[in-house]
């Protein structure tokens, strides 16, 4: 890990959309690249606060009430226990960060967005 | 911090070079920006892995033995208990993810580059 990682060549090689993948691993978390499009279910972490940075194009944050868009080089965090749910019109590249071990649909009923595993890009 | 933060914006008002500032806290984690140019001392951190992302610029990580070029969109991950010294021949504008409470300088011997507190930014 102590090698530089290129986050544009590593998305190259991201052809699907809310399956994230494990980039690198510090402290016990996670960081994550991911492609979404379209439409995620509404969840929250009850023990985990998440960190969503846009590296390309944008998305939708809703929040229960609000929303607020996400662009290119901006980032929220979710703190734990806050629903929410991204919405991307157009495919959007971003970065994860959160707790090692977090499943990404939180406490929603089990989708087909949801993934138990991450696999590394 | 459910609002986006953007890191550009952040940027510019950051006009000195090895300080780095608050941007975000999550999961005893922070999130810090800062601007960097010429050397900083070599150093480790006994209990803390260190990410650095490279926004705007380049710089060199050096490690004892080798040394590796972090380019924009490039990051690397330094672990606990390694030596390190990054240098910068011009300025370069990063983001550090590390434990809550990290001190730059690490395991060094205190210099005018120790910054036992962080301000936001």
Known sequence: ???????RDKLALINDHWRPRLLAGLNAQEVKL??????????KHDDADELFLVLDGSFTMHYRGRSVQVREGELVVVPRGVEHRPVADQECSILLFEPAGVVNTGDAPRTGLTRDSIDPV
């Open 34 to 43: 991911a492609k979404i499009k379209g439409e995620f279910v509404w969840h």
């Open 1 to 7: 890990m102590t090698d530089p990682i290129n986050l």
